[in-house]
């Protein structure tokens, strides 16, 4: 198997100061970070995935603003694949599935935010197209989030959509388990 390391949108505005802050995003930042410097160290491939919005109305992931930057912590390298996309799941717009292919590449490693949204809908996008899917768990942030009169901690939130990818769309470990195997 030949993989990829898949870093989606760790991007400024997911940051405090940012636009539209997660729970807890310097934590996972970090984390992709150090698996973005294993998977460079061993000379195996990255693509970096961001996000600008196409809505009028959006106010995060604003064209032409400093919160659609990919973060620094995971700032990509001029050889590394950085696609920009419009939509959640990755591979729609973007020609990564073609990359990927071209590439040989049949197993994703994935980082990045939001766990409840783009990082959720590319995992199981990735393993609808048969690629072998890993989430690095803690590499991902969430928000809180609002359902009805409930309001749901980023943590929460974050667990949930993690248990409910790992085995049936990926297998979902800590980057700790990643990195020792």
Excluded: W
């Amino acid at each position: 198997m030949t993989r990829a390391l898949l870093i989606i949108d760790i991007q400024n505005d997911y940051f405090t100061g940012g636009a539209f802050p997660l729970v807890e995003p310097d934590a996972a930042a970090h984390v992709a970070g150090a698996l973005l410097r294993s998977f460079r160290e061993a000379a195996e491939p990255v693509v970096h995935i961001f996000h600008v919005s196409t809505d009028a109305n959006a106010t995060f992931f604003v064209p032409g603003t400093d919160g659609i930057r990919i973060h620094d912590l995971v700032a990509p390298q001029e050889h590394e694949v950085v696609l920009e996309k419009h939509e959640p799941n990755s591979f729609i717009g973007t020609g990564l599935a073609e990359i990927l292919a071209d590439d040989g590449i049949d197993e994703l490693v994935i980082v990045g935010m939001m766990s409840s949204m783009c990082v959720d809908s590319t995992t199981r996008a990735a393993s609808e197209l048969g690629l072998t899917v890993t989430v690095v768990h803690d590499g991902c942030a969430a928000p809180d989030l609002t359902f009805g009169e409930t309001v749901v901690p980023g943590a929460v939130v974050h667990a949930s959509f993690m248990a409910a990818l790992d085995g049936s769309f990926a297998t979902v470990v800590s980057s700790r388990e990643f990195l020792a195997a």
